[in-house]
């Protein structure tokens, strides 16, 4: 099975960098996703990492380490429209492929 | 357009209802998904098909049933074992394959027991 772990919550200020922490423990690891979803609405896909290392698209980035089952999200010059939920979620390989969800971090961006 | 077409919207139950969620996929994906959703909590999976005819029990299938007869199409049917319902259903597809492939969400479902 599967267990992935993320902060409840997270306060950041308009303009500031703000991380946010995913740790997951899955056999047949095959990939990590970030989602972003605003209440009432469905997840929008941010980044995906397969390898170690860190991917940048943007004002987000998004970085694993395999061997520590770890992967954080970077989010910078933060604005107003950035508070939302970010959902960490591993793709596991059990004979195919299913992909699953942690709780998800509410980001608060503050003025 | 390409996408995923969820419906209804808004959908209120009985008690002792069976309703039926519709997900519609055009994007060719062999693989989708249903997800449940509680307020202020995360996805948990229900159940997920991988090719048409095969179908798998996710983490919280119980009161809940699927098919999967066409590749575009995944219906699932809230049972009335189902005894707390009242959530927000995604459904979702994405391409099978080792090379990484990102999960497409439909808009969603609110279903109501009233």
């Known amino acids: 099975g599967q267990n992935i772990d993320q902060p409840t919550e997270m306060t950041a200020t308009e303009g500031a960098i703000v991380q946010i922490n995913c740790t997951y423990q899955?056999?047949?690891?095959?990939?990590l996703f970030w989602y972003q979803q605003h209440a009432g609405e469905a997840p929008t896909f941010l980044s995906y990492n397969v390898l170690d290392g860190l991917e940048e698209k943007g004002r987000f980035s998004s970085f694993l380490s395999r061997s520590k089952g770890y992967s954080y999200l970077l989010l910078k010059e933060l604005q107003m429209k950035d508070s939302a939920s970010y959902l960490c979620a591993v793709r596991e390989r059990t004979g195919g492929f299913k992909t699953i969800f942690g709780a998800g971090t509410r980001l608060f961006v503050k003025a | 357009d390409g996408g995923i077409t969820q419906s209804p919207k808004y959908l209120f139950r009985k008690e002792g209802q069976n309703v039926t969620l519709s997900c519609e996929q055009n994007?060719?994906?062999?693989?989708m998904y249903w997800y449940r959703q509680d307020p202020g909590q995360g996805l948990r999976l229900i159940y997920y098909?991988?090719?048409?005819?095969?179908?798998q029990k996710g983490d919280i299938a119980e009161g809940y049933s699927v098919s999967r007869e066409k590749k575009e199409s995944f219906p699932l049917t809230v049972t009335s074992a189902q005894k707390n319902p009242t959530a927000f259903y995604l459904c979702?597809?994405?391409?099978?394959?080792?090379?990484?492939?990102?999960?497409?969400f439909g808009e969603g479902s609110w279903l109501t027991v009233v």
């Open positions: 979702a597809s994405s391409s099978q394959g080792a090379g990484g492939n990102t999960i497409y």
């Open positions: 899955t056999s047949g690891f095959n990939g």
């Open positions: 098909s991988q090719i048409v005819n095969d179908f």
């Open positions: 994007l060719n994906h062999d693989a």
